[in-house]
């Protein structure tokens, strides 16, 4: 079926559009919906119809997510997504895999709508100004104007990470595998050798479950959060690793139930950034990928 053949690469483009699996998910459906009652014949190019019906259907998500988030208690991050098997399409260089962290995704959310469309199509998918105009109904001047927008807006908050080598991914690894066993021992003393003194911590909860309401800055408050809550998990969870968001993550099992994932951004050789997702709403994407690997994603 000709539909199934694009299902990941509009799942990829919904999801860094809304920050959201479940949702990107509901997206695909409606475009399946679409694309069965479309006349077929006249269809040039279905991978361009596609991508245009499942870009506009994030663009009127949009606006009322923004609204959600605005209200949102706590932190607000993306639902995070296992990319070891391919979901988000390949990532195979540095900057693919960043394109797709949690990081640069949560600074999306600063963007208008359109804006946020025109760089996901243009970083992420390598449209032309000329192809993503016809996907937004804009010139290519105005293509171009709002590109120039979003990548300054978005460079300006710090999304530009430096090049990383065979070696960066490597120490990055380490660092995490390190975290990963100090929290599996409630080891603080082992966390604190890991983290950047300017380090800082988000965790979403979403209100559903007990999580700092705000940011955590500085590696003194990151040790005492953490040795605040690390007792009543250790022993109770069991802590490893999987590829989440384009990068080696923290994975926490309580039983076959998915607790809790936690990206990490790494510079000078220490943790300078975590990012944890707590909300059992927002994990049970990531729980199903996990628990069954090799499941289409968009299904």
Known sequence: MEF?????????????????ADEAEDVVQDAYLRWDGADRSAVERPSAWLAKVVTNLCLNR?????????????????????????ALGPLESAEQRDAVSTALLVLLERLTPTERAVYVLREAFAYSHR???????????????LYRRAAGRVTEHGARFPARGE?????????????????????VAGLEKVLAADVTLWSDGGGVVSAARRPILGRDKVLR???????????????????????????????????????????????????????????VFAERQLSHPGEPVGS
């Open 4 to 20: 199934e053949a694009h299902r990941p690469r509009m799942f990829g483009l919904a999801y860094r559009m809304l920050g959201s």
């Open 62 to 86: 949009l606006t009322s997510a923004r609204a959600r988030r605005e209200q949102y208690p706590g932190p607000w991050l993306p639902e995070p997504v296992v990319t070891g098997g391919g």
């Open 131 to 145: 192809e993503i105009a016809g996907v937004l109904d804009v010139s290519e001047a105005n293509s171009r104007q």
């Open 167 to 187: 070696r960066d991914e490597q120490r990055h690894r380490e660092l995490v595998e390190s975290f990963v066993a100090a929290a599996r021992e409630g080891d």
């Open 225 to 283: 959060f953490l040795a605040g809550v690390m007792p009543r998990y250790t022993g109770a969870m069991r802590f490893t690793t999987a590829e989440v968001n384009g990068t080696t993550a923290l994975v926490a099992w309580v039983g076959g139930t998915l607790a809790a994932t936690a990206t990490f951004e790494v510079r000078d050789g220490a943790v300078t950034a975590v990012h944890s997702v707590v909300n059992p709403n927002k994990l």
